[in-house]
């Protein structure tokens, strides 16, 4: 395997591609923790951070779930399942992640550094949730929830109300992402003896409790927006992704098979958010 195509085959492995859906929220929460563009230092430090963290995280569940992954048709082409990638090689990367993590958080400040073992220990355990509860869809959402914190202790050193709101906005928004997701699961999770949301609560409550939860995120959004003192562009870009929700929420219910069409509608609302929160800034002067 030559050197591009090594490279490639890394980037599958970690669903690089996926970056989309949780990199504009971060970039987002860290405009807005700084009211404008963070230092240079902190914003690297800050994407090193979170490159670090999430190498941990998907590197260790990929070898958690490695013997999962052979059974299941959607994941078994995947390199640990595979063979083409050792468990070695992943426990390996999950160790580099994790050290790069604690690394930018101990050159970040003394919180974020204190703070980095319960990220870690989110990310790592969320793996082993599916095994025993149906909570493992919430608990996804919670560890995608780390993000506005991590951006604020990045910049401020601290967490203050604004952030709590955006926490729980983005485990609301988190878990109903995780439940569409899980949705094309449904049959190999059954099989697999494995646990999830819409497992527990069946197809059609999930399909219930999606629009639920979207709405539920988007209103706490909202007082985040308030809070973090972002204007009319930010609610503007809330109203369209309340409509874009809402029409991925109104297709799903109508043909739940078209599960992928609804996640990756998740990509474009997750910009949306970025650029709901650029606009305010830039109508402030604060970029």
Do not use: C
């Given at each position: 395997?030559?050197?591009?195509?090594r490279l490639?085959?890394?980037?599958?492995?970690?669903?690089?591609?996926?970056?989309?859906?949780?990199?504009?929220?971060?970039?987002?929460?860290?405009?807005?923790?700084?009211?404008?563009?963070?230092?240079?230092?902190?914003?690297?430090?800050?994407?090193?951070?979170?490159?670090?963290a999430?190498?941990?995280?998907?590197?260790?569940?990929?070898?958690?779930?490695?013997?999962?992954?052979?059974?299941?048709p959607?994941?078994?082409?995947?390199?640990?399942?595979?063979?083409r990638?050792?468990?070695?090689?992943?426990?390996?990367?999950?160790?580099?992640g994790?050290?790069?993590?604690?690394?930018?958080?101990?050159?970040?400040?003394?919180?974020?550094?204190?703070?980095a073992?319960?990220?870690?220990?989110?990310?790592?355990?969320?793996?082993?949730?599916?095994?025993?509860?149906?909570?493992?869809?919430?608990f996804?959402?919670?560890?995608?929830?780390?993000?506005?914190?991590?951006?604020?202790?990045?910049?401020?050193?601290?967490?203050?109300?604004?952030a709590?709101l955006?926490?729980?906005?983005?485990?609301?928004?988190?878990?109903?992402?995780?439940t569409?997701?899980?949705?094309?699961?449904?049959?190999s999770d059954?099989?697999?003896?494995?646990?999830?949301?819409?497992?527990?609560?069946?197809?059609?409550?999930s399909l219930?409790?999606?629009?639920?939860?979207?709405?539920a995120?988007?209103?706490?959004?909202?007082?985040?927006?308030?809070?973090a003192?972002?204007?009319?562009?930010?609610?503007?870009?809330?109203a369209?992704?309340?409509i874009?929700?809402?029409?991925?929420?109104?297709?799903?219910?109508?043909h739940?098979?078209?599960?992928?069409?609804a996640?990756?509608?998740?990509?474009?609302?997750?910009f949306?958010?970025?650029?709901?929160?650029?606009a305010?800034?830039?109508?402030?002067?604060?970029?």
């Open positions: 395997m030559n050197g591009t195509n490639s085959e890394i980037a599958r492995y970690l669903e690089l591609q996926n970056l989309g859906l949780n990199l504009p929220l971060a970039v987002a929460f860290l405009l807005a923790a700084a009211r404008g563009v963070p230092s240079l230092r902190v914003l690297v430090l800050a994407v090193v951070a979170f490159v670090g999430r190498t941990a995280g998907h590197s260790f569940n990929r070898w958690v779930d490695r013997e999962y992954d052979r059974q299941n959607r994941t078994q082409s995947r390199a640990l399942a595979t063979g990638y050792s468990p070695a090689f992943a426990l390996g990367l999950t160790g580099l994790a050290a790069v993590l604690f690394l930018a958080a101990a050159l970040l400040n003394p919180l974020a550094l204190l703070l073992p319960v990220a870690l220990a989110l990310l790592l355990g969320y793996s082993y949730t599916k095994r025993a509860s149906p909570l493992t869809t919430p996804l959402g919670l560890v995608e929830a780390i993000t506005p914190a991590a951006a604020y202790v990045a910049v401020t050193a601290a967490i203050p109300i604004a709590f955006a926490v729980g906005a983005v485990l609301l928004w988190g878990t109903a992402f995780e569409v997701h899980s949705l094309g699961d449904l049959e059954r099989a697999l003896g494995l646990h999830s949301l819409p497992l527990w609560l069946g197809k059609e409550r219930l409790a999606i629009p639920v939860l979207h709405g995120a988007l209103a706490m959004f909202a007082s985040y927006g308030l809070l003192h972002l204007g009319v562009p930010f609610g503007v870009a809330l369209l992704m309340a874009g929700a809402g029409e991925a929420d109104l297709g799903l219910a109508q739940p098979e078209e599960v992928r069409r996640f990756h509608r998740h990509f474009l609302l997750a949306l958010f970025l650029a709901g929160v650029v305010s800034l830039l109508l402030t002067g604060a970029l």
